[in-house]
Structure formats: structure tokens, C-alpha cells
């Protein structure tokens, strides 16, 4: 069955940019039939879908208009993961973060990664 | 971007009661809607796709039903798992929106 397996520092201060990574099990980040989202949750926002990646014959991505940009998601092919970076972060972007696999529900998680943006 | 909509916003009952949750669109999303509880320190979990599509693995007592603005998820009889938050998301556009979530708790 399809895995997620996020990675990535949880503290990172202002100004700088996240970077986190979602490894892929059981599935290819270049598959034709999927996508691969990364979603935010903080008692403020709620739920908060960021964009996604897909591969239709090239690659294609959206993202939020909240967060477009600063935000930058890429698929690694050779390491078949897919990447987020958020750059220029503030305190409002501390947030439990998730990678997921869905195009239209998403029907598998990553575990979460806490990131607090903070001096 | 379109506005999802839960009530209510918490909801206290006991194990065996029968529960509905309502989810409004603010725009017609026709059969686009996604249901998903989540426990605390969890990831979201899929129940419902499709407004009534039962996800594999979900229990049957789950049931979701509606199209174009106005959605219920149905729980005909509560299990002590069942407590937890449930959030509403649509598919028909990006960017994909949730609602901001019904916690269910034990009365």
C-alpha cells in the first residue's frame, strides 16, 4: 500500500525558508494517475491546502494564491519524493505540516511535521 | 476560492446515537465533496469521497449524501472511535478548501 514519509526541521526562523521532503512508497511520483499535495493546519487557518504537484505528460503544479509566491513544490523523480519550500517565513506560517497523495480526496497522509517559525 | 461550511461547529453524543453533520458549499461543487475525521496528533483520514462513496476500510454506519451546495455525513451508530473532528473538503476547484470542522465528543 501507498506510504508518506515526511522529513524536515520543525524550528526554522524568520525570514528563512522550510524546506520538507515527502517520500513515496508504494506508488511513483511520476504516475499519470495521482497528485501530490501539501496541506497546513493551525488553530487560526484550519485546514490549508498549499499546492500540488502532477505528472500528465510533463509536470504541472497549482498553487494557493495565500502562498504563491513564496512557494515552491517540486517532484524528485530519482528519489521518487516530492519537495515544499516556503520561502520569506513569519510566525503565521507555524503550522503542522502534511504531504498527501490525491487528486481529487486525498486519500493518504504523511504523519505530520511541526514547524515553528521562530528567533 | 469557494467557502466550505460546517455545522455545527461541535456536537456532544453517546455511543450507539445516530449523528449527521452538514457541510454548505458557496458555490455548486455537484457531487465534489470529501469527508475525513481526525484524531488528535493524527493525520486526516478519508471516509467519504464523492459525497457518497464510501472509502475501503470505512465502516458502513458511515454514509455521506448530497450534491450542488448542501451535504450531510451520516453516523447510524456511534462507536467509542467515532469521536474525533470531522472536516467537509471540496474537489471541484483549486484551490481545494475544507471546512473548519465539527468535533464530535462524548456526552
Known amino acids: 500500500q501507498v506510504q508518506l514519509q515526511q522529513s524536515g526541521p520543525g524550528l526554522v526562523k524568520p525570514s528563512q525558508t522550510l524546506s520538507l521532503t515527502c517520500a513515496i512508497s508504494?506508488?511513483?511520483?511520476?504516475?499519470?494517475?495521482?497528485?501530490w499535495n501539501w496541506i497546513r493546519q493551525s488553530p487560526s487557518r484550519g485546514l490549508e491546502w498549499l499546492g500540488r504537484?502532477?505528472?500528465?505528460?510533463?509536470?504541472?503544479?497549482d498553487y494557493a494564491v495565500s502562498v504563491k509566491s513564496r512557494i515552491i513544490i517540486n517532484p524528485d523523480t530519482s528519489k521518487n519524493q516530492f519537495s515544499l519550500q516556503l520561502n520569506s517565513l513569519t510566525p503565521e506560517d507555524t503550522a503542522m505540516y502534511y504531504c498527501?497523495?490525491?487528486?481529487?480526496?486525498?486519500?493518504?497522509w504523511g504523519q505530520g511535521t511541526t514547524v515553528t517559525v521562530s528567533s | 476560492d469557494i467557502q466550505m461550511t460546517q455545522s455545527p461547529s461541535s456536537l456532544s453524543a453517546s455511543v450507539g446515537d445516530r449523528v449527521t453533520i452538514t457541510c454548505r458549499a458557496s458555490?455548486?461543487?455537484?457531487?465534489?465533496l470529501n469527508w475525513y475525521h481526525q484524531k488528535p496528533g493524527k493525520a486526516p483520514k478519508l471516509l467519504i469521497y464523492?459525497?457518497?462513496s464510501l472509502q475501503s476500510g470505512v465502516p458502513s454506519r458511515f454514509s455521506g449524501s448530497g450534491s450542488g451546495t448542501d451535504f450531510t455525513l451520516t453516523i447510524s451508530s456511534l462507536q467509542p472511535e467515532d469521536f474525533a473532528t470531522y472536516y467537509c473538503?471540496?474537489?471541484?476547484?483549486?484551490?481545494?478548501?475544507f471546512g473548519q470542522g465539527t468535533k464530535l465528543e462524548i456526552k
Open positions: 498527501s497523495k490525491g487528486v481529487v480526496a486525498m486519500d493518504v
Open positions: 508504494g506508488d511513483s511520483v511520476s504516475s499519470d494517475s495521482a497528485a
Open positions: 504537484t502532477y505528472y500528465r505528460s510533463k509536470w504541472y503544479n
Open positions: 458555490q455548486s461543487i455537484s457531487g465534489y
Open positions: 464523492a459525497a457518497s
Open positions: 473538503q471540496q474537489s471541484y476547484s483549486i484551490p481545494r478548501t
